[in-house]
């Protein structure tokens, strides 16, 4: 938690406008340990995950930098439900869809359920405007923050998530509006 000098700094969740691009900030580790997926799935044991201290500061100190630039236009931890679940409620929350590809994070190793799912810390989801990309980029690689531009905001009905040719998920926006919903729905 943090005081904001400025409220009308403040960055929210929502996917704000076609066209924006999509960037994932922060390292994804092979930490499913715990996660909501493993619950989901009933699966035991996994890695759990670990906060690096020194990297959490710096990503934190240059995520504030770009917010208070106004290089930002939404911003969403990764962290309950990893990636997957970010990108569904920012696209839930601005009603815009989203088209990210997993290949295109930085030394993408992992498979793309773990792309989707990994709940490790210090992660977001970031949307600048096309026009800020490359600075936003700039601030985050020359920090050595970990950062790959992974998609854009679109004014489709869904959520697309590809791996490469593959397609991983395909949500069609008013479903996920519903399902999100459902349990306040008395």
């Keep these: 938690m943090g005081q904001i000098e400025d409220i009308s700094s403040a960055v929210t969740m929502d996917a704000k406008a076609p066209g924006n691009v999509l960037f994932q900030v922060g390292e994804t580790k092979n930490e499913l340990g715990g996660s909501h997926l493993s619950l989901h799935l009933g699966l035991s044991g996994g890695h759990v995950p670990r906060v690096d201290p020194q990297r959490a500061k710096i ?3 240059k995520i504030h930098e770009v917010i208070k630039a106004g290089l930002v236009r939404s911003c969403h931890d990764l962290s309950e439900g ?6 569904a409620e920012m696209a839930i929350a601005g009603r815009l869809g989203l088209e990210i590809d997993l290949e ?3 030394l993408s190793v992992l498979s793309d359920l773990v792309l989707l799912y ?3 810390n210090t992660r977001f989801l970031v949307e600048t405007t096309a ?14 923050v970990p950062v790959a531009r992974i998609g854009k905001v679109t004014d489709s009905s869904s959520i697309s998530i590809r791996y490469g040719d593959k397609q991983c998920v395909l949500l069609d926006l008013k479903q996920a509006v519903e399902a999100w919903q459902k349990p306040l729905d008395w």
């Design 82 to 87: 990893g990636l997957a679940a970010a990108a």
């Design 118 to 120: 990994s709940e490790s």
């Design 104 to 106: 295109c994070i930085y």
């Design 131 to 144: 026009e800020n990309a490359e600075d936003f980029e700039k601030v985050m690689v020359d920090a050595g």
């Design 59 to 61: 990503t934190f100190q």
